[in-house]
């Protein structure tokens, strides 16, 4: 009987080890597929995202342009809606969107991620802000964008096959990164904002193939989009002298007042604003009702400047263009910020902080003669942005991305440096952390009532009903934590 035939090995050893080495497995291959395929989702639903939020906006100024008493009307009623709306199973899709993705970093629970990145919940945190913003909310979609880019990720991957937590955890932040990079068209500060705010430190591992899909994003992204700066190109500098006291100045007033907001926004469970969070818990609807007839007031005290994500009045100021909104633009923005995020709905704050912290640059800019009034613009944005969210490298590289500026690469730098440690005063934890840390928590004290339930169910009768009370008093806990 003839001996079964070995299959051929190659002539040339040398070949057969470097078809055989690790970049070549399938495994491999199918990774990078999900993750390569899952950039170029996220770009498109970025691009589209952007489109369909500009035109949401374009809506309400045609609307605005009709009456200004409108949204006295029309957005109370909506916010109060979409606070409705958001009360059941789209909870999730509340807020800014990033701390969800945050917490499904930290929590490798997959009922718990199901929840928050679902694809229902992508979708309807799309679909929510657009008709947040078609009402005037005073909303970013840089956020929303990063919650959508992690959900998309979090189900290719599964969709691929990869079911194991450590991998899923790496999806998620990828599409995070890709998300941000999509949403500004910066990749560089979509891999700086991975590693400094989703993962929280330099120690997760963010390997070489994230940084391609990272990559494979921005490319779809500019290859759409074209190679556009955020908010055009700005040519300025800061010269070394007195026009640096413009470093100190933004860098301790933006960063106070964005540590200010971000302390306002987290309604802490004690002190003061509890009692804001008490009254937000106890009637959801009609409170962000109030919240969107506040804005309103706000926005016809301030002609309508601070409705929407503030972008054309951020350019406006950046330029230097003629038709600039008023000195109060910065305050008065910081306001319709707070009561926005306050009503609960979904919604970002990148692009209103951005908003923000340019009306304070300008205002400072009167004071400092001697520096370049686009240069302690640029300072005051990067420095209130770093003030809100903790995160100082994110914030200096998305400024200096924005405005295609590297000239001002130190000056950023250290303002960002100086706003965080400013905002620590009154935020120690950065905003982002916080709410994310909150969603960690009410997840674990549900976990928790859930097995002393069970525990009791299968002990006596007479410690049922404390577990009982114990798990309804976690669910009012989850309900007063917004993420």
């Not at 909310?137 to 959508?148: C, D, L, M, N, Q």
Request: proline share 5%; with cysteine.
């Amino acid at each position: 009987m003839p001996e079964p035939s070995l299959p051929p090995k190659s002539s040339n050893p040398r070949l057969q080890a470097v078809l055989g080495h690790e970049f070549f497995a399938p495994h491999q291959w199918k990774r990078r597929i999900a993750l390569w395929s899952g950039a170029v989702l996220v770009a498109l639903a970025a691009i589209l995202f952007a489109k369909a939020s500009s035109w949401s906006y374009a809506l309400f100024l045609r609307l605005l342009a009709h009456g200004t008493w409108i949204p006295l009307i029309l957005t109370p009623l909506a916010f109060g809606l979409l606070s409705w709306v958001t009360e059941g199973r789209l909870r999730a899709a509340r807020g800014s969107g990033i701390p969800q993705a945050i917490a499904t970093l930290h929590v490798e629970d997959e009922g718990f991620r199901a929840r928050m990145l679902a694809l229902p919940i992508a979708a309807s945190k799309m679909a929510l802000t657009l008709i947040a913003l078609a009402v005037g909310a005073s909303i970013g979609r840089e956020g929303p964008t990063v919650h959508v880019g992690a959900g998309l990720f979090y189900s290719l991957g599964r969709r691929f096959g990869f079911t194991d937590a450590k991998a899923i955890s790496r999806f998620i932040l990828a599409g995070g990164a890709c998300g941000i990079a999509a949403a500004f068209n910066t990749p560089l500060a979509g891999v700086i904002f991975a590693i400094e705010e989703l993962a929280g430190t330099f120690e997760h591992r963010f390997s070489g193939l994230l940084l391609t899909a990272v990559f494979v994003g921005g490319v779809v992204s500019l290859g759409i989009m074209g190679n556009y700066a955020y908010f055009g190109t700005v040519q300025t500098d800061l010269p070394l002298g007195h026009a640096w006291l413009a470093v100190l100045l933004c860098g301790v007033i933006c960063g106070l007042l964005g540590g200010l907001f971000a302390r306002l926004i987290l309604l802490s469970r004690h002190g003061p604003l509890a009692m804001v969070g008490r009254l937000r818990t106890r009637w959801p609807v009609p409170f962000a009702a109030l919240c969107g007839l506040v804005l309103a007031l706000i926005g016809m005290l301030s002609h309508g400047n601070v409705y929407g994500t503030g972008y054309d009045q951020a350019r406006a100021i950046v330029q230097g263009a003629a038709q600039m909104p008023g000195e109060s633009f910065g305050i008065a923005k910081l306001l319709a910020n707070v009561v926005s995020y306050w009503a609960g709905i979904p919604g970002g704050i990148f692009s209103p902080a951005l908003a923000v912290g340019a009306g304070l640059g300008h205002n400072i800019a009167h004071f400092l003669p001697n520096a370049p009034a686009a240069a302690v613009v640029l300072l005051g944005m990067s420095a209130y942005l770093s003030g809100v969210t903790g995160a100082p490298l994110t914030s200096a590289v998305i400024a200096m991305e924005l405005t295609d500026n590297q000239a001002m690469v130190i000056p950023i730098m250290a303002a960002c440096l100086l706003a965080r440690a400013a905002a620590s005063i009154f935020s120690p934890t950065p905003v982002y952390k916080d709410f994310a840390e909150r969603l960690v928590r009410d997840f674990e004290q549900h976990q928790a009532a859930h097995a002393a339930r069970q525990s009791a169910a299968g002990d006596t009768s007479a410690y049922a009903e404390p577990a009982a009370e114990a798990d309804a008093g976690d669910d009012s806990d989850n309900r007063h934590s917004e993420a």
